[in-house]
């Protein structure tokens, strides 16, 4: 018989590690709850109608595909059978025959499930729409060190307002994220896409600005000389990417930079611009840099919020987080002193819901990394002590009628919400202590002939040894006091 | 553009539908816990090695398998590229094809998943093992009412141990449940296999056991009538069937019941008999009918335990349950006056992990169908109004200004624990008011110029249309109180 295995990239969770996720989570949804976010569960199963063409060729050669069910090869109609899947369309290879054969996938995010569904709804939705979304995703990537097949996203979107306050509130919940896990020695970096539109401007609009975004974001891994290199390869003159390290090198606090940055681009002789079409007609706003002028304003809200980790939030102009569709603020956030990639990001977006015939409808949403919360917080060891169990306390006994002079105590254990045990089987002390040891279980109550007889029981609190006897009616009590 | 949508079989849950279940989940998750039971969470790809012939014939059908990814038609190594998938194959069908291109599969059920565990995991685990589960599953089934592709279960198990003990906790869980979701009108009904054989034994051991026990299994569906045709056609004798109709018959509670049964036994002839020959080696066990002698031990725990409900436990000599694994005490429960199967079943078993070469772990275990639970309680009217949102206060402006100096009552709500929010755009109260009334808000704040100006907030109970002004200092305390 071959062993039993899990497929490459999967986990299981036992008891102690579901007791520290559901730590986690419970922190996450306690935040997005009381900022009025609500909760959404779409299936597991998704059309690959809907999946595909989403996340650019790598996801989708990355998409997870579910064999169709019954005979796959064959077409059955009114007992007239049709191949589907012919010896030619071997020879023209899998992305011929995949089509044929798989129709459904399994979700590779929460944001294209989301946009799904506020399209499929649009009609019965109340906007502005907040909702959050806590479910498993999978990928056919390459497995290794932090990255699974099957893993969790947490993510929080309002769709339906241009309320920079929503921004503001992001952070708010970064922060109360973080400091509700413990994990104090975060950087909230944020940052604005018409801030590197400007930056693009004041370069006099050399090259191409896709180019500069995707050579800006690696300037994290790749450094100066990396970027330098790359951006020359790209047609960048010299002079061009001196000048764009100025303008990125600005330095100060959050407000300092806002206004150094400004300085630089009237200095380019850079245009107030608007970055957002369809975002709003306000006209004064177009009088302004819209992104330098969202930035302040997002920081005017915390300021008004009573937001006190400024020390923590960072407006960094080099953050640039790929090509993605966000076109408003962005954001991401590191753990301070972990080897360890951002654990959260997200930013403003204008057009979600487009590709599924649903056009204009802006939003912002930001997304956790469970996993990744997992592993900083265990290299940090800042997981209080989780056993293999929730029982708080067992009941030992020698003998079956030992056993059953004990179960009314233990129901009024768990009626008074106290997890308990009677170990089921009558036994040697030792065993059953053991038990309690390797378990984790905190108090064991021991029921021998004496105690049951004098009506008491003894109680060894294991972490330290210590034991006392208690009447069997005040037990109870006394755990709960 | 095609509209989207989501698989057959499959749904979307909004936010109070997300609300509601999460109630079921943690009444069950809560009742596990405090019986002990700990969480585990299994992946969702599970490779079809594990999962293939567990779940017989119709179950490999209705396996969802997961296509390989990449280029599924080849195999690459160092190279060299060979075609897993011929034109034989097609011709062969979809049997020799299938496990070219698929060797995972999603979660069919929890057991098997669970058994693969202990086997995985037999070196590290403490034994007796209790666990819960509660995860989504998926099955190719037709879609009909009430039955889904994906679909929850929540399962508690316990291996590596005989005592009844755990049989009679599952009694007392499952009633803590029902109770504890409102469902007070239900049935237990419990059985076990060992009285099934002994009604087998009592019939003279004519015809197949198996037959037999899959004719009883139907009484619910076709009656005595369709019984009686079937076990005619399965040769069993019309004196025979008249014998087994009296023994399913006996009237009475739990004890009588046992009792008429013993006697029904002892005048057929049959031996005292041990079903399980894994089970124990205690001598004077075999000196009992055994199934009999475990429904009458539980029963006795039951009541040591202070069971109250027995006019809701129902020992049924007719419960069969089909042809599963199980070998000693069976369990099944049905919501009285709902028409929908049963919300919650299990039984012991002796050899869950035989497959996985770890043979003789006997345990015990059950099941609730989460999908079924929701039915009957909205079919009963038992949820409490949920709205569309976890949000208890709205605070309403005027104006961006307005908007802004209300900020701070807003992070005082929420530090407090208060779920709140504020309409994101200053504009017309009306607008707002609606907003709050589609989510199911139910305390909206009106911060007009007026209230800003006097300190104050006009609170209204969106219920009853009350209103009433509170000094702003004084709202959080007001709302908590």
Redesign the interface.
């Known amino acids: 018989?071959?062993?039993?295995?899990?497929?490459q990239g999967?986990?299981?969770?036992?008891?102690a590690q579901?007791?520290r996720r559901?730590h986690i989570f419970n922190v996450i949804r306690r935040t997005f709850?009381?900022?009025?976010?609500?909760?959404?569960?779409?299936?597991?199963?998704?059309?690959l109608?809907?999946l595909t063409g989403k996340y650019g060729d790598e996801g989708d050669?990355?998409l997870?595909?579910?064999?169709n069910?019954?005979?796959?090869?064959?077409k059955e109609r009114r007992g007239e059978i049709t191949?589907l899947?012919?010896?030619d369309d071997?020879d023209a290879?899998?992305k011929a025959?995949?089509p044929k054969?798989?129709e459904?996938g399994?979700r590779y995010d929460l944001t294209v499930p989301f946009a799904?569904?506020v399209?499929?709804?649009r009609g019965t939705l109340?906007f502005?729409f907040?909702?959050y979304q806590m479910q498993?995703v999978?990928r056919?990537d390459k497995p290794q060190r932090g990255r699974y097949?099957?893993f969790y996203q947490c993510d929080a979107d309002?769709v339906g307002?241009?309320?920079l306050?929503?921004e503001a509130e992001i952070v708010?919940m970064m922060a109360q994220v973080l400091n509700g896990l413990g994990l104090d020695d975060f950087t909230i970096k944020i940052n604005h896409r018409g801030v590197l539109r400007n930056i693009y401007q004041a370069l006099g609009g050399e090259g191409k600005e896709a180019d500069l975004f995707v050579a800006i974001d690696k300037l994290d891994k790749i450094g100066r000389d990396g970027v330098t290199r790359e951006l020359l390869e790209k047609g960048f003159s010299a002079p061009t990417i001196d000048t764009l390290f100025a303008l990125l090198g600005v330095e100060g606090d959050y407000a300092e930079k806002l206004e150094r940055l400004l300085a630089g681009f009237v200095t380019a002789g850079v245009e107030p611009d608007g970055l957002r079409p369809t975002a709003t007609t306000d006209d004064e706003e177009s009088a302004y840099y819209r992104g330098l002028n969202e930035l302040a304003e997002v920081r005017?809200?915390l300021v008004?919020?009573?937001f006190k980790q400024f020390d923590r939030l960072e407006f960094d102009p080099t953050l640039a987080r790929g090509l993605s569709y966000y076109t408003g603020c962005i954001f991401e956030v590191k753990i301070n002193n972990v080897a360890m990639g951002s654990v959260s990001g997200g930013g403003r977006y204008d057009n979600l819901t487009g590709?599924?015939?649903l056009p204009g409808v802006s939003g912002v949403g930001f997304s956790f990394g469970v996993d990744r919360l997992y592993d900083c917080l265990e290299t940090l060891n800042l997981f209080t002590e989780t056993g293999?169990?929730?029982?708080r306390v067992l009941l030992t006994h020698f003998s079956a009628e030992a056993?059953?002079?004990a179960?009314?105590l233990?129901?009024e254990l768990?009626a008074a919400?106290?997890?308990?045990?009677?170990y089921?089987?009558a036994g040697k002390l030792q065993k059953q202590f053991k038990?309690a040891d390797?378990?984790g279980i905190p108090l064991v109550l021991v029921l021998g002939p004496e105690e049951l007889a004098a009506g008491v029981a003894k109680i060894k609190i294991m972490k330290t040894g210590e034991e006392k006897t208690l009447a069997l009616s005040e037990v109870v009590a006394g755990l709960t006091a």
């Open positions: 018989m071959e062993k039993p295995s899990i497929p999967t986990r299981d969770f036992g008891p579901v007791a559901q709850e009381t900022f009025g976010y609500a909760p959404l569960e779409t299936p597991t199963l998704e059309n109608s809907v050669q990355l997870f595909k579910v064999l069910s019954g005979n796959f090869l064959v191949p899947v012919t010896a071997l290879g899998h025959v995949l054969i798989a459904k399994l799904r569904y399209a499929m709804n109340t502005p907040k909702r498993p999978w056919a097949r099957e309002v307002t241009n309320s306050l929503c708010l005017d809200l008004a919020s009573g590709s599924f015939g293999e169990t929730p029982t056993g059953r002079a179960l009314p233990l129901a768990r919400g106290i997890p308990a045990e009677l089921p089987d038990y390797a378990k």
